[in-house]
């Protein structure tokens, strides 16, 4: 399908790829950045083809649990998976926050190193989803990439003045 | 308003239309008459757009059966916002660690190149 809609996002890192491939596929290190300002756990990290990475990120008393998929694995320069949230036994299940938020992302993620340093290019599309997620994720996407654009400006606005008023 | 509702807020806020009500409303309450009035639109159809903004929490209807006129309640865009910023961050924000992070495996393996 063609007008899937797609996320894309782009960053530099100062850093070989091997050291960046590396990150993403080492348990140890993956659990170091992933999530914010969370405690994250690895239950299961098995980077290869229809293996899984178990993924649990503790917020207090509260643990939100994410599964992953790997389809294609070639060091060191691609990665793809199947993301999805899941519950305490590892179910793919909705997101508790967006009922119709895709319930599987496929995430491609792909490294180009330049002069030392390396680009990582990643991408998320809906993966088997039903128009309503589709329709959810486009609406997400397009504020994330250009902040709504002109219905944004004209909300900001709106809210703003609200505030004022 | 829960969070559960952010979908059809995504939804509603899809339509020039409805932003263009939601705008109109921003300047105060008004009835379906008032709202058709600058849309080359029926109120039928004005009414369709009310009856998607109001299942998504982002106005509210009067009781009057005969005006029923139309109030705007900004929360849900707040909190529709605030879910996809939160996304956004929720990367960005682990990316920075990630950085710090390969700062420091290359300092590792700077020191351990020179000591050997």
């Known amino acids: ?4 809609p797609i996320y894309i996002l782009e960053r530099t890192f100062d850093a070989p790829r091997e050291l960046v491939w590396r990150t993403f596929t080492e348990s140890e290190l993956l659990s170091h950045w992933y999530g ?22 503790k917020m207090g008393e509260n643990s939100y649990y994410q599964r992953a998929e ?11 998976w199947l993301h999805s949230t899941a519950d305490a036994e590892w179910n793919i299940a909705d997101n508790p926050m967006m009922p119709n938020w895709p319930k599987v992302l496929m995430t491609v993620v792909t490294f180009e190193e330049n002069d030392g340093k390396t680009n990582m290019r990643l991408t998320w599309e809906p993966h088997e989803s039903s128009p309503e997620e589709i329709e959810v994720f486009s609406q997400a996407i397009a504020g994330l990439d250009q902040g709504w654009g002109k219905g944004m400006e004209m909300l900001a606005e709106l809210l703003e003045s609200l505030q004022s008023g | 308003m829960t969070e559960a509702h952010l979908d059809h807020v995504f939804a509603a806020l899809a339509d020039p239309t409805r932003r263009a009500i939601l705008v109109r409303l921003s300047k105060g309450s008004a009835t379906v008459g008032d709202i058709a009035k600058p849309f080359e639109m029926s109120q039928p159809a004005i009414s369709k757009h009310l009856k998607v903004l109001e299942n998504a929490g982002l106005i509210e209807r009067g009781v009057d059966r005969q005006m029923r006129p139309a109030t705007l309640n900004a929360a849900p865009m707040q909190a529709a916002a605030n879910w996809l910023e939160e996304f956004r961050q929720f990367w960005e924000g682990s990316f920075d660690q990630l950085d710090q992070l390969l700062r420091a495996m290359k300092d590792t393996q700077k020191r351990k190149d020179t000591s050997s």
């Not at chain 1, 399908?1 to 899937?4: G, N, P, R, Y």
């Open chain 1, 70 to 80: 790997y389809l294609e694995v070639e060091a060191p320069g691609r990665l793809v």
């Open chain 1, 36 to 57: 914010p300002g969370v405690e994250t756990v690895i239950h299961e990290l098995n980077v290869t083809p229809g293996g899984v990475w178990l993924n649990e990120m």
């Open chain 1, 1 to 4: 399908m063609s007008d899937t």
